[in-house]
């Protein structure tokens, strides 16, 4: 939560810290979103080796979850047409109403391209790069919340699940998507697992999978029969 670093200073020099940490920046821990702080965060969303999941990586991940591999298959499918990069970059999707809820809408009226209080105000950007300008800036106003605001890779989870998918802080969360597929895949094992997703999954209760990893709006976009399709063509395909 936010009130876990309360000032948005502390919060920067927080980031720059662990940037510092990890070789990724090198100027001062002084609390400002400088042109080196910015670049820096670029970079690490972008320094990865972008390996891809094989069938290998899939069928290893239902086993360990002991559910049906098309499952797994099926949540890459719909939430990211199945890819976690775009062109060498980290898929991503910033979502302003969330951001602008995590600051209390602190941003609104002046950062309204970042932050606006509900959902579908506004549509999102189409280009990877819209996308991450969005990011880059919210990160400049509260890096806590921007990065929660935001999903990522192959399972498209939200920042604000950092803790759930195993980190410390929604930067670490987020630039370990940026790495590689195995560590989203690591990260929606655990999402689901921690969050009690697993189970009405292993039983193909796609309603109860979809409100817990969609949200109580998932029938606006036929979410759960999206994911139950897709796993049906995928179990179709790794029977034949």
Not at 2 to 28: E, I
Not at 38 to 53: F, I, N, W
Not at 66 to 78: D, G, L, R, T, Y
Not at 133 to 152: M, R
Request: glycine share 8%; charged share 20%.
């Amino acid at each position: 939560m936010p009130s876990a670093l309360p000032a948005s200073g502390d919060r920067m020099r927080s980031l720059q810290m662990y940037l510092k940490n990890t070789g990724r920046y090198h100027g001062a821990v002084d609390g400002q979103y400088g042109p080196q702080t910015k670049q820096a965060v670029l970079e690490a969303m972008e320094d990865g080796p972008e390996t891809y999941l094989s069938d290998l990586n899939y069928r290893e991940s239902a086993q360990r979850l002991n559910v049906k591999q098309s499952s797994i298959m099926a949540f890459a499918e719909v939430e990211a047409n199945g890819a976690g990069f775009d062109n060498k970059r980290l898929k991503i999707l910033f979502e302003p109403h969330r951001f602008s809820k995590l600051t209390k809408h602190a941003f609104d009226k002046l950062n309204p391209s970042v932050s606006y209080p509900m959902w579908g105000m506004r549509p999102y950007p189409r280009s990877t790069d819209e996308r991450y300008t969005q990011l880059l800036e919210a990160v400049g106003l509260d890096p806590w919340a921007g990065f929660q605001a935001c999903s990522y890779g192959k399972f498209q989870l939200l920042g604000e699940n950092f803790a759930a998918c195993g980190y410390d802080t929604p930067w670490a969360f987020a630039f370990s998507q940026a790495y590689d597929e195995i560590k989203q895949l690591l990260a929606f094992e655990a999402f689901i697992t921690r969050s009690g997703i697993v189970q009405p999954l292993r039983l193909g209760l796609w309603q109860t999978v979809a409100s817990e990893y969609n949200g109580t709006s998932f029938r606006k976009n036929h979410y759960d029969e999206r994911l139950e399709a897709a796993a049906a063509k995928f179990d179709k395909g790794l029977a034949a």
